[in-house]
């Protein structure tokens, strides 16, 4: 099971968007990889919708969607069929059908405590370079929350442009945390900066 700061394990599927390698498709691009544990249920539903929805956003942020389940790609084409028929929402994005669990399994999206045939909702964020840089687990009678989602991805790349970390409930537009100093000298020339400090080790400052 992959771990932040491990290379996001390589693999091939079939999805609906026809046979993908995953480390082609994360070439030059964030991605948020995705479980769910059925199609045709009504919180994946809800959530399969929300990513649907935020496609322009996922786009201006260099970010490729993938889903997954332990689904045929027959069941997964009749379920985005349905879902664009009933409320005009189609996922674009590729769903894997990992129906022998492979993935499922590299993945640590099958937890057998809670099923042995379903995955959990799982959320890979993987960047540019392969390597995974958040996690989150969700069970399944819990729908994820999209905001959290769209956060920690821009809390990400900001953290990256900037060499910076994000405090508690960070929003694009707060001040984030600045390294704390590493000599005597820096400490210094922090003691004399605009910086907002609380203390020498926890300061501020806008983007
Ligand atoms: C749902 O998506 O509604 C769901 C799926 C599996 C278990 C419980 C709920």
């Known amino acids: 099971m992959p771990r932040i700061g491990d290379e996001a394990p390589d693999f091939e599927a079939v999805t609906t968007t026809g ?3 995953f480390s082609d498709y994360n070439k030059g691009s964030w991605v948020v990889f995705f479980s769910h544990p059925a199609d045709f249920t009504p919180v994946c539903t809800t959530e399969m919708s929300g990513f649907a929805k935020e496609k322009e956003f996922f786009a201006a942020h260099n970010t490729k969607l993938m889903g997954l ?32 669990m492979s993935v499922s399994k590299l993945y640590g999206m ?17 960047d540019p370079k392969g390597k995974v840089r958040l996690l989150m687990y969700y069970p399944p009678n819990v729908g994820r929350n999209m905001a959290e989602i769209k956060r920690a991805l821009i809390a990400l790349q900001t ?5 910076c970390a994000m405090p508690l409930d960070w929003q694009p537009g707060d001040k984030v945390i600045v390294p704390a100093p590493k000599t005597i000298e820096a400490l210094a020339e922090r003691k004399n900066s605009d910086l907002e400090m609380v203390d020498w080790y ?3 400052r806008a983007l």
């Open 69 to 100: 389940s332990i689904d045929s790609i027959h069941s997964h084409i009749a379920w985005v069929n349905a879902v664009q028929e009933k409320t005009g929402v189609l996922f674009e994005f590729p769903i894997v059908a990992d129906i022998d």
């Open 19 to 21: 046979k993908l390698k």
């Open 110 to 126: 099958l937890q057998p405590g809670e099923s042995e045939t379903a995955a959990v909702r799982a959320v890979f964020i993987i």
């Open 202 to 204: 926890l300061a501020k």
């Open 159 to 163: 953290s990256d442009e900037n060499k």
